[in-house]
């Protein structure tokens, strides 16, 4: 597909367990980003890659949150022990231009996750 | 944290009536963009005006910047019930780095038929 594309699109995980979301940009697209979503509010920045490096991860907001792009296309964003607080919708967004703050964003659905 | 906030909060009208939202925003900026995003469905990129436009256009769609007022609106000509969505506006800055955007808290749309 043209778009990005992120899975799963749902994810309900047991406080405690760990969860992988995976998100595939568009294909030469340089920059990628993570956001989270908290329901009624808007996306809040958690980190960015570009092409592998990731050059800005202030957004994470604890050390079991964890993102890589190890081949600078395909990215993952992984949640260790997981709690309640984490519940939100996690978006990634991509966009052509490397550091360049007038790149329109693409954004994939999301993956809504879920802590019980 | 958010950048600023939008106002209203949710708005509700009749098709083919006009639809206005305002967003505020706190530090300096080199553009700002506005989204759309549908229940279930990932955000849409619907405009973007640099800091050294004050109007633009696009379809039915008209945005004002005013960096010093910090402060920008989105008018809707015309709804249709499919411009039923949330509504988000985001700033860039040089100061952020690759072009992270900064998100509002959104206005919810409601076009009725």
């Known amino acids: 597909g043209a778009g990005v594309s992120q899975s799963p699109r749902y994810k309900v995980a047991k406080r405690g367990q760990d969860v992988a979301l995976r998100c595939d940009p568009i294909s030469g697209h340089v920059s990628l980003f993570w956001y989270q979503q908290a329901l009624g509010q808007g996306p809040e920045f958690l980190t960015y890659f570009q092409n592998e490096a990731q050059l800005d991860k202030s957004g994470l907001p604890s050390d079991r949150f964890f993102a890589e792009r190890p081949e600078g296309s395909v990215s993952t964003l992984k949640i260790q022990r997981t709690q309640q607080e984490d519940s939100a919708v996690y978006l990634c967004?991509?966009?052509?231009?490397?550091?360049?703050?007038?790149?329109?964003?693409?954004f994939g659905p999301g993956t809504r996750l879920t802590v019980l | 944290s958010q950048q600023g906030e939008e106002d209203p909060q949710a708005l509700s009208i009749q098709e083919g009536e006009n639809a206005t939202m305002n967003c505020s925003y706190k530090t300096s900026i080199n553009n700002l963009q506005w989204y759309r995003q549908n229940s279930g469905r990932g955000l849409v990129h619907l405009i973007l005006i640099r800091s050294n436009e004050r109007e633009k256009h696009s379809g039915r769609l008209r945005v004002t910047l005013d960096t010093s007022k910090k402060s920008s609106s989105l008018l809707i000509t015309a709804s249709r019930a499919a411009d039923t969505a949330s509504y988000f506006c985001?700033?860039?800055?040089?100061?952020?780095?690759?072009?992270?955007?900064?998100f509002g808290q959104g206005t919810e749309l409601s076009v009725k038929p």
């Open positions: 985001a700033t860039g800055s040089s100061y952020n780095q690759g072009g992270k955007l900064i």
């Open positions: 967004a991509s966009s052509k231009q490397r550091d360049h703050s007038y790149n329109e964003q693409f």
